[in-house]
């Protein structure tokens, strides 16, 4: 599917979507992981305010570039969290 970020990004907005759109990024306060895990995961991190923590989702990407989330949005206290729920799911073939 993808090799790179970059190519997600391209793709993403191309379909006309603003999912790394710097507003976009600022609203959620969201950084995004640079590593794709098995061509279609990636994870992201976002912080309600200044007084909460940061926490972690996982996100899929579609061929067409859309985006959806896996799980449930902020699920995981850490990025490591995170990337072993996404290695449970690549070693299970889900995707």
């Known amino acids: ?3 790179t970020m970059d190519e997600v990004r ?3 907005e191309a379909i006309g979507h603003y999912f790394f759109s710097p507003a976009t990024r600022r609203f959620f306060r969201s950084r995004i ?3 794709l895990y098995g061509s279609k995961y ?3 991190s976002e912080q309600f305010d ?3 923590p940061r926490l972690y989702t996982i996100r ?3 061929p067409d570039g859309s985006i959806t989330t896996i799980g449930n949005f902020q699920q995981y206290v850490s990025r490591g969290d995170a ?3 996404i290695e449970h799911l ?3 073939g889900i995707g």
Do not use: E
Request: aromatic share 16%.
């Open 50 to 52: 200044d007084n909460s």
């Open 83 to 85: 990337v072993r729920s």
């Open 42 to 44: 990636f994870v992201t």
């Open 60 to 62: 899929y990407v579609y």
């Open 1 to 3: 599917m993808f090799d």
């Open 33 to 35: 992981g640079s590593k």
């Open 90 to 92: 690549l070693g299970r």
């Open 10 to 12: 391209a793709a993403n």
